[in-house]
């Protein structure tokens, strides 16, 4: 079955830019589009990034998305960083008819 | 405006049939889209359910598969969750959500898309 790996947790100071890896099992990642959700404490998760690098209108170009085949990964960088994109941070694809959730980051900005 | 509301027991009994309702306001389900269930154990990530397409085709996680049915009731246009023999490791949040710019692979497999439009979540707690 094909899985998709995230670091547990990264931090970071405000300001900075951050990159939040996602890693697939088998197979090549690029087969299939990667979304990145962000979820706060309490909240429904949200899209900031569909199709591997595009963002919904609305979500500030601070993040971004990118697929590397050669590592068989998909990541997701956050510039500027704000005490506000503290959160949890999902990666997600697809396998056959089924839809592939990686584990989550925590992201302390700090 | 297009909104989604999980509605549906807080509180099941072992070995019973989990039902949920996700009521769609703003947008007919029965001409466009994915509609599809979610859901988060406590302090876990988020795990797939399923999906109806709009026609009634369903689409369900291997692992749930056979305690799960899906859907559609455009009478109300509202869709629906029933997940039977639940047990502790059934509780959790559950989410409706809407997918978006899906498609269908070279082999026919539903691929692409991404999750839209997320109900508030209603949790659903397994306990006798």
């Known amino acids: 079955n094909f899985m998709l790996t995230q670091p547990h947790s990264v931090s970071e100071s405000p300001g900075k830019t951050v990159t939040i890896s996602c890693t697939g099992s088998s197979g090549s990642i690029a087969s299939n589009f990667v979304q990145w959700y962000l979820q706060r404490p309490g909240s429904a998760p949200t899209t900031i990034i569909y199709?591997?690098?595009?963002?919904p209108s609305g979500v500030p170009d601070r993040f971004s998305g990118s697929v590397d085949r050669s590592s068989n990964s998909a990541s997701l960088t956050i510039s500027g960083l704000k005490t506000e994109d503290e959160a949890d941070y999902y990666c997600?694809?697809?396998?056959?008819?089924?839809?592939?959730f990686g584990g989550g980051t925590k992201l302390t900005v700090l | 405006q297009v909104h989604l509301q999980e509605s549906g027991p807080g509180l099941v009994k072992p070995l019973e049939t989990l039902s949920l309702t996700c009521g769609v306001s703003g947008f007919s389900i029965s001409t466009g889209y994915c509609w599809d269930w979610v859901r988060q154990s406590p302090g876990k990530g988020l795990e797939w359910i399923g999906s109806i397409h709009y026609s009634g085709t369903t689409y369900a996680n291997p692992s749930l598969k056979s305690r799960l049915t899906i859907s559609l009731d455009t009478s109300r246009n509202q869709f629906s969750l029933k997940l039977s023999s639940v047990m502790a490791a059934d509780t959790a949040m559950y989410y409706c959500?809407?997918?978006?710019?899906?498609?269908?692979?070279?082999?026919?497999?539903?691929?692409?898309?991404?999750?839209?439009?997320w109900g508030r979540g209603t949790l659903v707690t397994v306990s006798s």
């Open positions: 959500a809407r997918r978006t710019n899906f498609y269908y692979d070279s082999s026919s497999y539903l691929t692409g898309g991404y999750f839209d439009l």
């Open positions: 199709h591997d690098d595009q963002r």
């Open positions: 997600q694809s697809y396998d056959s008819n089924n839809v592939i």
